[in-house]
């Protein structure tokens, strides 16, 4: 479904802490659920995606769990840095990447 | 690689006026650009999908004749904001997908009308 435009949830972490954000997705069809990082006034980045018939997958110091019982996706980072400061979304991608909505993102704030 | 690039980044204008925004893939051939608007603190919205060749297919709520999309080749699409409002000031953000591939974005245009 449609995302909704609401105000941003903020997760304060340690550096060197490990951090979780989670998400909740709508759309049981979706074949791919992709994680992105959005800086201030810059585009969206691609982090890492999960096709749906996976429940785990690992990059370099991030881990994206799909739960799709309870329709929950989360994002894991290592050993989180400064640089990781940065709002995350979550999306469900309909016919792979041929239409991508977005959720309501999270704001990371690591504490130095 | 799968660099997509925005132009402008960010433009000022007075009420009334159209501004087109430009949305380029520079490395690969993009046979599906993409159109997204960002109000502040939200997340990102879409507003249209675009096909090289053919008419862009609109999101529900989005007016096609005020956002006059162009896909002219499979490396450039246009985003024209006709007679634009302060309420239209927002962030606008392009994507680009390659057949098969993901979809890669552009910086964003921040758009602010007077």
């Known amino acids: 479904g449609e995302s909704v435009g609401l105000h941003l949830p903020t997760l304060s972490v340690q550096e060197g802490d490990n951090s979780i954000i989670n998400c909740a997705y709508s759309?049981?069809?979706?074949?791919?659920f992709i994680w992105y990082k959005q800086e201030s006034g810059k585009g969206p980045q691609f982090i890492i995606d999960?096709?749906?018939?996976?429940d785990k997958r690992q990059g370099q110091r991030v881990t994206v769990l799909l739960n799709k019982t309870v329709k929950h996706l989360s994002l894991q980072i290592a050993a989180t840095q400064p640089g990781d400061s940065a709002v995350y979304f979550c999306?469900?991608?309909?016919?792979?990447?041929?239409?991508?909505?977005f959720g309501i993102g999270t704001k990371l704030q690591v504490i130095p | 690689g799968a660099v997509v690039s925005q132009h402008p980044s960010r433009v000022i204008c007075k009420s009334g006026t159209s501004v087109k925004i430009e949305c380029r893939s520079l490395?690969?051939?993009?046979?599906?650009m993409f159109w997204y608007r960002q109000f502040p603190k939200q997340s990102l919205m879409l507003m249209a999908t675009?096909?090289?060749?053919?008419?862009?297919?609109?999101e529900q709520g989005v007016e096609k004749d005020k956002f006059l999309i162009n896909h002219a080749s499979l490396t450039l699409s246009t985003l024209t904001v006709t007679s634009a409002h302060p309420e239209d000031s927002s962030f606008y953000i392009c994507?680009?997908?390659?057949?098969?591939?993901?979809?890669?974005f552009g910086p964003g245009t921040r758009l602010l009308v007077l």
């Open positions: 994507s680009a997908r390659e057949q098969g591939a993901g979809q890669y």
């Open positions: 999960i096709r749906s018939n996976m």
């Open positions: 490395d690969f051939q993009a046979t599906t």
């Open positions: 675009s096909n090289e060749g053919s008419k862009a297919t609109y």
């Open positions: 759309n049981s069809a979706s074949d791919y």
């Open positions: 999306a469900e991608g309909l016919g792979g990447y041929q239409k991508v909505t």
